[in-house]
């Protein structure tokens, strides 16, 4: 592919924006890295944005040189999600906190060539919250490992991409049998490959079943059960979200750092420190 310059502009939140930045400069990544203009600082462990008064993002490197063979906008707007996609699935797992990022526009120049896509639209918006994907020098050091299992596996990109998305209880299950798969096994086994504890797992394939807005259709479900005594789904997120990352250490090594969502107590375990 000839030489170029290929640079990815995204959108989101500022502190998402931030995030990546923090977790992807330069080198920390083969072919890819993050540039931002926006500014930040140490707040104890975590970060904070400071000004975001000049909010351009942009995702660069030799990774993005595929966006040019793209032939038309649509289909460069999609070639650059699944080039963005490692880098939100990992920053998913780092900060739980984190909304995937979006591409919205493209720019490209080489020797005697330049070009430009546009296939989204920017939102402004102010930070909000302590940004925790740069608390711990494990992220860093786990890092590669998990972006290169994630480009070379779409399951592991896209389970990152579930837990980041809205909650959806079939859209969870799918993917905890799409990892039991995975592993040559099935879902009621996670417990056995290490991958969950079984008693949120019990908790979760309960409320998965039975909740009023489940997978299953009101035929199916145990209307004796207390909508009140099922696992919720910030409790499933939280759930589905260590054996996703339970996954990857077991696929690439080491124990990447675990956070939590934000909230009040936790059912089922999953306030236990093992977890």
Not at 39 to 51: E, I, M, P, Q
Request: with cysteine; aromatic share 8%.
């Amino acid at each position: 592919m000839t030489a170029a310059i290929v640079k990815i502009h995204l959108d989101g939140h500022v502190d998402d924006l931030y995030a990546l930045s923090l977790l992807f400069p330069k080198d920390s990544c083969p072919d890819l890295h993050i540039v931002t203009q926006i500014t930040g600082a140490k707040d104890g462990l975590f970060d904070r944005v400071r000004n975001a008064d000049r909010r351009e993002t942009y995702v660069t490197g030799d990774g993005c040189l595929p966006l040019i063979e793209a032939r038309r906008p649509n289909e460069a707007g999609w070639v650059a999600l699944e080039i963005i996609a490692p880098l939100n699935g990992y920053a998913v797992l780092a900060d739980s906190n984190f909304n995937p990022v979006t591409p919205v526009a493209a720019t490209w120049e080489g020797d005697g060539f330049s070009g430009s896509a546009v296939f989204g639209s920017t939102i402004p918006n102010q930070p909000t919250r302590l940004i925790t994907a740069n608390r711990h020098k494990l992220l860093q050091q786990l890092l590669p490992s998990r972006i290169a299992f994630m480009s070379e596996n779409p399951l592991a990109a896209y389970a990152a991409a579930v837990i980041a998305g809205p909650p959806s209880w079939a859209a969870y299950y799918r993917l905890l049998e799409d990892i039991s798969g995975h592993r040559g096994t099935t879902l009621d086994k996670l417990p056995e490959a290490g991958l969950a504890k079984r008693k949120a797992l019990n908790g979760f394939k309960m409320a998965a079943n039975n909740r009023a807005f489940g997978r299953h259709g009101a035929s199916k479900r145990d209307t004796s059960l207390s909508q009140d005594a099922l696992m919720n789904l910030l409790e499933a997120r939280e759930f589905v979200r260590t054996v996703v990352t339970a996954w990857l250490d077991f696929e690439c090594g080491g124990r990447l750092p675990r956070d939590r969502v934000d909230g009040g107590s936790l059912r089922f375990g999953l306030d236990d420190p093992d977890n």
